[in-house]
T-cell receptor, first 108, second 115 residues
Framework: RKEVEQDPGPFNVPEGATVAFNCTYS??????FFWYRQDCRKEPKLLMS???SGNEDGRFTAQLNRASQYISLLIRDSKLSDSATYLC?????????FGAGTRLTVKP | EADIYQTPRYLVIGTGKKITLECSQT?????MYWYQQDPGMELHLIHY???????EKGDLSSESTVSRIRTEHFPLTLESARPSHTSQYLC??????????????FGPGTRLTVL
């Protein structure tokens, strides 16, 4: 079993849709959590950290459920520019573990 | 924007050549990493360093080697390139202080093609 597992995708959604990505992690000792975004043929870039109480940044909301070892990312009112691969990242004992990513395509 | 640089951005080279992929960061980060990523596939950690003179192998076995003589510089070397080394190589760095803020910043990557 992989340490970080994500929805396989791809997700194809119309502009304006709300889309949710899920991620589960296997190591209960995981200490910090992040969502990264990677555009095609580009490097990953930090989208947002995920805090225990949940956090929001504009149209993006991240949630963490430690009991279920589950992280989510919600994108509201999706834009064409949101098309990318979203990577779930978990810090375990100072090692960053990347999920395989979920590809999102937002269509007009 | 992160101050982490990689050169070359693209490299096409013949089998058997020795190559060095450069990575530099000007943020004073202690921790640096090399990842390998094939198109549409996940990132694989191949090397990391927690500081000067510290290097470790990552999860994915790689024939490459790295060195960390200076904080800001973390080059990756392939002694004899083969077509199986064709991939994108991404360098990253992080502060390494508090876990909650230990985000990694990535360079633009080097796309390597070995003929």
């Amino acid at each position: 079993r992989k340490e970080v597992e994500q929805d396989p995708g791809p997700f194809n959604v119309p502009e304006g849709a709300t889309v949710a990505f899920n991620c589960t992690y296997s190591n209960s000792a995981s200490q910090s959590f992040f969502w990264y975004r990677q555009d095609c043929r580009k490097e990953p870039k930090l989208l947002m950290s995920v805090y225990s109480s949940g956090n929001e940044d504009g149209r993006f909301t991240a949630q963490l459920n430690r009991a279920s070892q589950y992280i989510s990312l919600l994108i509201r009112d999706s834009k064409l520019s949101d098309s990318a691969t979203y990577l779930c990242v978990v810090n375990v004992n100072n090692d960053m573990r990347f999920g395989a990513g979920t590809r999102l395509t937002v269509k007009p | 924007e992160a101050d982490i640089y990689q050169t070359p951005r693209y490299l096409v080279i013949g089998t058997g050549k020795k190559i060095t992929l450069e990575c530099s960061q000007t943020m004073g980060h202690d921790k640096m990493y090399w990842y390998q990523q094939d198109p549409g596939m996940e990132l694989h950690l191949i090397h990391y360093s927690y500081g000067v003179n510290s290097t470790e192998k990552g999860d994915l076995s790689s024939e490459s080697t790295v060195s960390r003589i200076r904080t800001e510089h973390f080059p990756l070397t392939l002694e004899s390139a083969r077509p199986s080394h064709t991939s994108q190589y991404l360098c990253a760095s992080s502060e390494g202080l508090a876990l909650s803020t230990d985000t990694q910043y990535f360079g633009p990557g080097t796309r390597l093609t070995v003929l």
